[in-house]
């Protein structure tokens, strides 16, 4: 590939990284403004036509590694594994 398709790729990527964020950004939006209209309602679930939209509060438990780490260090460095990937970026 030459260092002009190079070029165009890089173009085309970051034309596409920009569309994909003003989508997020609407999208986030749109969400923002169905959470605010279900809190107003103090609904958790409203039908809507064909569509069921939910805004529930959900509980979950998870594992505090930092406080764990800092109580147990030893044991925290017996059991952590290290893994490796590589990162795509254009800067």
């Known amino acids: 590939m030459s260092t002009m398709d190079l070029l165009a ?13 003003d989508a997020q950004a609407e999208l ?4 923002d403004e169905l959470k605010a ?3 107003n309602r103090s ?4 039908d809507v ?11 979950s438990s998870r594992f505090d590694t930092a406080a764990f780490k ?3 260090k030893e044991l ?6 290290q893994t490796k990937s590589r990162r ?3 800067a």
């Open 9 to 21: 790729k890089v173009r085309s990527l970051k034309e596409l990284e920009a569309l994909i964020s």
């Open 28 to 31: 986030d939006s749109i969400k």
């Open 37 to 39: 209209e279900m809190t």
């Open 43 to 46: 609904t958790e679930e409203i």
């Open 49 to 59: 036509d064909v569509f069921k939209i939910r805004y529930k509060t959900v509980t």
């Open 70 to 72: 800092s109580a147990h």
């Open 76 to 81: 925290y460095n017996q059991y952590v594994k």
């Open 88 to 90: 795509f970026t254009v």
